[in-house]
């Protein structure tokens, strides 16, 4: 994994291509600590959402395990009625986790501009 | 101590960073306050140098349900404070230690991490350490493969390059303490023993009332004072079950050939899936940075082996389901617990994701020395008579070494191969760990023991060495006894 001035450069670049950008952040999945942020809205707390998000994670690995489902996650999708929230797990430790404007931005332009640049946080 | 504040729903831990005088400490802080977006407190300077500590209060990331509030403190380096960071350092959940790196200043970071080591591992569950390797970027900075050589000889521990300056790295040294501080807030708590109520120190102010009145002279002795080394393992009760796992999922077919996952040592797996805890997740994140794959033997092992370790798992460790994995992990701490001043030092026995829902145990040995290279280096270098006493001394630690390897839970191979070659230290083992539940071996012992082992050397050296006469004759006049004596009669015997 790189540094976080290298981290941060890719998380820009997904702000670059995903229209709508609100927040992103790269979080330690077993503590929910972020390991890079970049966000475009001070009143988003996204420490706190990276927190949470962990969890969510967490649950939902936990779920997968009580149902005997042997994949693993690649990523979680959450629409809301204004934002658009994706979970890209980029290691098995680590995700990516992203939120922007649902009225600026769609689901496929969201993925795509993820997946073009997540395999550089690995 | 680590505490779980119920009222504010927060579980509160402490990282500490020490360091040697001007490593970077403060400015370490400072640039992760700034990363953070919180504040930062510093009581007391005087020409740039840390008088009583730097205090950051973060809040972020989340254990168990409950908010990480995070009491970042850095202690201050000068000699004559030491009583200040002694006291700094005993309330440490995790320490980052930061080092400069240069040329002329990194010697001071090995004699503190010399210091600091066998303090933090004395702790019930041990206090985890970080090597920030810091001012990365100065000119006259150590390669890095000179720094992590010179940590690993001291132990095998996390090291994370950073330039604190720019911020460069500064906030994944403070991640990974502070998943250090995780695994010993999880091994106190499924021992029931974490802390719960409000913190005692909250604010700068609070801490500075503790730390005004002690002494502003050098300690007598160690900066650090080593408290009494535990007799106990309680880090194995961290490998219990988790408090909130699931219920175990029904029996599930294994499928054997589906293709496993290659194995990648991973220092940010989930905690409860190494062992130990604390030093296993240190160890690892070391082994991460080894270029190291795995390659499957005709067996059906996993086996890797090359810069100083050795990564092996059996055919038959993989696992349906990571109940029954970690089950087993507990069997493999258990018996590595119970052997502990037996085995070399710088092991750990991870349970990782094989993939498709199954998971695979490995053990990570560092490579130490064993009886049979130190043989090997004095055959080319030592003369006759040098080479004779080295035979006898290495056949007498052999015989020791059977005797203190024999337990009743499991014998431990005794081999030259599998017996550390230090001399002048208590014999330890060093080579894999045999399963758990493996019948003892039918171990040979005395006379019997030395022509398995030193037959095939004697003969070698009766082809390599021209002065072999003088070898045998040495041998035949040692004043070490029995030993020498056998020895003798093996050369003869194969004559």
């Given amino acids: ?122 | 101590m680590p505490t779980v504040d119920k009222e504010r729903g927060v579980l509160v831990v402490r990282v500490v960073y020490d360091g040697p005088p001007m490593s970077g400490k403060t400015t370490t802080l400072r640039s992760l306050a700034q990363g953070l977006g919180v504040p930062i407190t510093s009581p007391a300077e005087q020409d740039g140098r840390t008088l009583l500590f730097d205090w950051v209060d973060y809040v972020g990331g989340l254990f168990e349900g409950r908010q990480i509030r995070c009491q970042i403190l850095s202690v201050p380096g000068q000699r004559e404070l030491a009583a200040r960071r002694q006291a700094l350092l005993s309330s440490a959940d995790a320490v980052v230690l930061v080092a400069d790196t240069r040329e002329n200043e990194i010697a001071k970071s090995y004699e503190r991490l010399r210091e600091l080591l066998p303090w933090c591992r004395s702790h019930d569950p041990p206090v985890g350490v970080v090597i920030q390797a810091n001012k990365r970027d100065a000119p006259d900075s150590v390669p890095r493969s000179r720094i992590h050589a010179e940590f690993a000889k001291i132990a095998p521990i996390a090291i994370v390059d950073t330039v604190a300056t720019s911020g460069d790295g500064v906030r994944q040294a403070f991640v990974f303490g502070v998943r250090l501080a995780l695994d010993r807030v999880r091994a106190l708590s499924t021992s029931s023993r974490l802390r719960e109520g409000p913190m005692e120190i909250e604010t700068p102010a609070q801490l500075i009332e503790q730390l005004t009145p002690l002494s502003v002279a050098p300690l007598a002795d160690a900066s650090v004072v080593e408290p009494p080394i535990s007799g106990t393992f309680p880090e194995l009760e961290q490998l219990a079950p988790y408090r909130d796992s699931l219920p175990p999922a029904s029996q599930r077919e294994e499928k054997p050939d589906q293709v496993e996952r290659v194995f990648i040592p991973d220092p940010m797996m989930p905690g409860g899936f190494i062992w130990p805890p604390v030093d296993g997740r240190m160890l690892l994140h070391e082994v991460a940075q080894l270029d190291q794959t795995p390659v499957r033997t005709r067996r059906g092992d996993w086996w890797a082996s090359g810069e100083g370790w050795r990564f092996h798992s059996a055919a038959g460790s993989l696992f349906g389901d990571a109940d029954v994995g970690r089950n087993k992990l507990i069997e493999w701490a258990r018996l590595h617990a119970a052997h502990l001043q037996r085995l070399s030092s710088g092991r750990t026995v991870i349970l990782a994701d094989a993939g498709a829902g199954r998971f695979r145990l490995w053990q990570l040995v560092r490579v130490t020395q064993a009886l049979r290279e130190r043989l090997l280096s004095c055959v080319t270098e030592a003369d006759a008579e040098r080479l004779a006493q080295e035979f006898q001394r290495a056949a007498y630690h052999l015989l020791r070494a059977q005797r203190t390897f024999q337990s009743n839970e499991v014998c431990l191979p005794c081999t030259l191969w599998t017996v550390s070659g230090d001399l002048d230290r208590q014999p330890q083992f060093v080579g894999l760990m045999p399963k758990p539940g493996t019948a003892p071996l039918d171990e040979l012992t005395g006379p019997e023991l030395l022509v398995r082992e030193f037959r095939p050397l004697l003969r070698s050296l009766e082809s390599e060495r021209p002065d072999y006469a003088r070898i045998v004759e040495a041998l035949r006049h040692s004043q070490s006894g029995g030993v020498g004596e056998a020895l003798y009669q093996l050369t003869t015997a194969h004559n």
């Fill in chain 1, 1 to 122: 994994m790189g540094r976080e001035k290298e981290l941060i450069d890719v998380i820009e670049k997904i702000q670059n291509d995903a229209s709508g950008f609100i927040a992103a952040s790269l979080v330690d999945l077993e503590s929910g600590m972020t390991l890079a942020v970049k966000s475009a809205r001070a009143d988003f707390d996204l420490t706190a959402a990276s927190a949470y998000n962990s969890e969510l994670v967490k649950q939902k690995l936990k779920i997968m395990n009580t149902l005997g489902l042997h994949g693993v996650i690649e990523d979680m999708l959450i629409t809301l009625t204004e934002q658009i929230h994706l979970i890209k797990m980029v290691n098995r430790g680590t995700f990516l986790y992203l939120a922007v404007d649902r009225s600026q931005s769609n689901l496929a332009i969201v993925r795509t501009a993820v997946s073009k640049h997540a395999g550089a946080l690995s």
